[in-house]
Structure formats: structure tokens, C-alpha cells
């Protein structure tokens, strides 16, 4: 029985990483576009990542929630931990651009582009056991 359970969370796992990464994929690679576009008209990297991050974050948590984990707790409680994970995840991206580009001086394009599977990894793992994890669901919704 307890073989059975496994199977069942890591193929749910799985469902949840893929669905993670269509989402993802598609809001990444738009985001990214606009990154470039912007940039290229004269943005800076930085500035640019900070605005496009903060729309991506806030289209994704919907997207997060309903469709890669069926996430049915509390909206605030989830956006809330949402929101932590975020400012993380943006940290994250922060330094690595700082640090890559600013004190290494490789290329904006490909340090951003890098950073991009780097913070999705990271936010993955925050999604799934801190942010979408159910522990704030009602007793009226466990019944």
C-alpha cells in the first residue's frame, strides 16, 4: 500500500512539474521577448527584468494555482506565501544579473535567459511545498 501512495505522489509530482513547465514555457518565452524588445529599444536590463517580473508573478499565480497544483485553500493564504516566494525568486534574479553582468560583464540576453530556469526551478520547489501545499484549507472544504 505504501509502494502504491508513492507511486501516486511522484506521478502526481511529474503532472505538476510538466504542467509547471507549459505554463512556464509560454509565460517565459513571451516575457522574454518583450525583455529583448525592450532592451533593445533602450531599457535597461534591470529595470526592465523588475517590471516584466512583477507581471509574469501576477498572471502566474492564477495560472499556478488552478492548473499545475489544483490548489483549493485559501487565495490569501497561498498569495500571501505567493508573494514571499516571489520576492525570492526576484532576489534571486537580481544578483544573478548584478553579479553576472554588472561585475563579470557577460551578456544581459544570455544572463537573463539563464536566470529564467534557474529562479522556475527554484519557484517550482516553493510552489509545490510551501505556496500550493493545501495547509490553510478551511474545515469546512477537509469535510
Known amino acids: ?4 501512495a508513492s507511486h501516486m505522489r511522484n506521478r502526481r509530482s511529474f503532472i ?24 533593445h529599444l533602450g531599457a535597461t536590463p534591470k529595470i526592465t527584468m523588475s517590471m516584466l517580473y512583477l507581471v509574469g508573478a501576477t498572471i502566474g499565480f492564477w495560472g499556478n494555482r488552478k492548473l499545475t497544483f489544483m490548489h483549493k485553500g ?17 532576489l534571486i534574479n537580481l544578483f544573478i544579473l ?6 563579470l560583464g557577460y551578456p544581459h540576453q544570455w544572463v537573463q535567459a539563464a536566470a529564467i530556469f534557474i529562479v522556475a526551478g527554484f519557484l517550482f ?8 501545499t493545501g495547509a490553510d484549507d478551511s474545515i469546512e472544504e477537509r469535510k
Open 98 to 103: 548584478s553579479l553576472m553582468v554588472d561585475k
Open 125 to 132: 520547489l516553493m510552489f509545490k511545498f510551501f505556496v500550493f
Open 1 to 4: 500500500m505504501n509502494n502504491v
Open 16 to 39: 505538476q512539474l510538466f504542467r509547471y513547465g507549459l505554463i512556464g514555457l509560454a509565460s517565459n518565452l513571451a516575457g522574454y521577448l518583450v525583455y529583448l524588445l525592450l532592451t
Open 74 to 90: 485559501h487565495v490569501m493564504g497561498a498569495g500571501t506565501r505567493y508573494v514571499i516566494a516571489h520576492c525570492f525568486g526576484y
